[in-house]
Structures are given as structure tokens and as C-alpha cells.
């Protein structure tokens, strides 16, 4: 089966296509889904996997623009070019529910995606899906929305690590941390391999089309200062966290992922526990 990784030289691009022995559709491979040469050499594979995305949440005009222009219109490209009888997966993000998700023990795929102070970023991959959902049905090919719960891989060269490589990254050289809300909020982080799984659940299974949150769950679930604290202990470095700091805490304060559709559909579960998918990044 040949499987192609849209931003397979990104963040979380550069392992998913190692794990999966998948070809690169990235600017760093020459290639780019605004250009009408490259295109059609999608249609050759028999899973495409969209990573490509611009991921700035600034609200500069300018820069909403790109955001939805590449978020939503190169989605479009890459859904036009997918062959009747593949499958599709489209990464996400969870926080298409934005404040919605406040307050809940865990976010089911129920939880309503209207408009609560949502970037560019998040309404930009909430659009995206629902193309993904028009064209997989007028294509005839096989699709699904991951919405990611804050994933995590190592450091890859050039590429911008997510904010908990990010706390690995500034334990291990002595920064200065500086945690919104004390630290306190909670997060159910999701290993790079975990995702890799479960677009290989997807691919193999015979599931038509789904929408499904993936994340540590409940099981994995942490608070950002237990991140921090974590890695210290694990390399029995002292992280220096400014306690002064006053970041604005994020909305929703708490995520967890309510994992149990993935389960269920795809049999699907993590197997990296946060301990050991920090030890991984060090």
C-alpha cells in the first residue's frame, strides 16, 4: 500500500512518515498543493494523510487570510486529487470546540463546534472538515477528521516544537518557564506514534467515514506544571518555572479527549503513557 503524508516534513509530518514508510508532499520535497504540476500524483496513492497547514493563530488580516487560503483551499486541492477508493485522513485540531469544551470531564465528538472566540487557525480546520466530508462522498473515496489533542514527537530540524517538547526543550537547558494559570490547567497529551496508529487503524479498517477526538484520555491526562515537573524528575534537573508569571489561562481551562469512539470503530487506543513519552523526547 503506498501512503503519502501531505507536510511530511513537519512537526509531526517528519515521524508519521518514518513510522509509516510514507513518500513526503511538502515544499522540502519539492513539492506543494497550490501547484497544478504536483497535484495529480495524489490520485497514485492509496492513503493520503493531510498534514499540511498553516498553524498561525494571529488575527492580523493579512495573516487570516493565508491561514484559511492554505487551511481551507489547499485542503480542497488535495481532496480534489484523492482517487475514488483510497482513504483520507485530515489532522485536526480539538480546539475546533473551542470555550464549548468548558467545564467537561471529557469532550465527546458531540460537543458543539459553534463560533466561541475560536483563531483563524481552529474555524480554518473546522471548514476544512466539512469539505473533507463533500468531497469523500462525491469522490467515493474513504475519510476521517482526527481531532488532535495536543500532540507531541521530538525535535525535527526546522520545524517549530509543540509547547510540550517545547517544556522538555527548556527543562533539559535550564530556561526560564513561564506556565499560563500557575500550570494548573490540564491536558491529555498524544504521542506522535499514537497518531501514527491510528491513521494505520483507519487505513485498515473498513470504516467509511468518522469524526474522532484522539488524545492520552483520561488515563494520560496531566496538568502542565505535572509536564514540567515530570521531566525534571525524570533527569533530576530542578526546571525554573517564573511563579510571578501572569499568562491568561486558556479556554477551555481543562481538556481531556473522550476517546471511546476510537476505540469502539477503530480499536484504537494509546499505548505511550505521558512518563514514557517524555522519556522518548529526552
Not at 509509516?20 to 522540502?28: M, P, Q
Not at 462522498?137 to 516544537?161: D, I, M, Q
Amino acid at each position: 500500500m503506498r501512503v503519502l503524508v501531505t507536510g511530511g516534513s513537519g512537526y509531526l509530518g517528519t515521524h508519521v512518515t518514518r513510522l509509516l514508510g510514507a513518500d513526503d508532499f511538502s515544499r522540502r520535497s519539492n513539492r506543494d498543493i497550490f501547484s497544478d504540476a504536483d497535484l495529480p500524483m495524489i490520485s497514485d496513492y492509496d492513503a493520503v494523510i493531510h498534514l499540511a497547514a498553516r498553524l498561525d493563530k494571529r488575527r492580523d488580516v493579512l495573516e487570516e487570510e493565508e491561514t484559511f487560503r492554505v487551511n481551507v483551499e489547499g485542503t480542497i486541492n488535495v481532496l480534489r486529487h484523492v482517487r475514488a477508493g483510497a482513504a483520507f485522513v485530515f489532522a485536526s485540531t480539538k480546539d475546533v470546540y473551542g470555550a464549548n469544551a468548558e467545564g467537561l470531564r471529557e469532550v465527546s465528538e458531540d460537543c458543539p463546534t459553534t463560533y466561541a472566540g475560536q483563531s483563524p487557525l481552529e474555524w480554518s480546520k473546522l471548514a476544512a472538515e466539512h469539505f473533507v466530508h463533500y468531497y469523500a462522498a462525491r469522490r467515493n473515496f474513504r475519510a476521517c477528521v482526527f481531532r488532535l489533542s495536543t500532540p507531541y514527537a521530538r525535535p525535527s530540524r526546522h520545524n517549530a516544537p509543540g509547547f510540550v517538547t517545547h517544556y522538555v526543550e527548556s527543562v533539559k537547558r535550564g530556561w526560564l518557564l513561564r506556565l499560563p494559570a500557575q500550570g494548573r490547567p490540564v491536558r491529555d497529551p498524544l504521542h506522535v506514534e499514537d497518531f501514527s496508529r491510528a491513521c494505520r487503524a483507519f487505513i485498515d479498517s473498513d470504516v467509511p467515514r468518522g469524526v474522532y477526538n484522539l488524545g492520552g484520555g483520561r488515563r494520560h491526562a496531566i496538568s502542565l506544571r505535572g509536564i514540567v515537573e515530570t521531566v525534571g524528575r525524570l533527569i533530576e534537573l530542578e526546571p525554573i518555572i517564573d511563579e510571578q508569571a501572569s499568562l491568561p489561562a486558556p479556554a477551555p481551562f481543562d481538556y481531556v479527549s473522550d476517546i471511546s469512539r476510537a476505540r469502539v470503530e477503530l480499536g484504537w487506543e494509546p499505548q505511550i503513557g505521558i512518563e514514557e513519552g517524555l522519556r522518548s523526547l529526552l
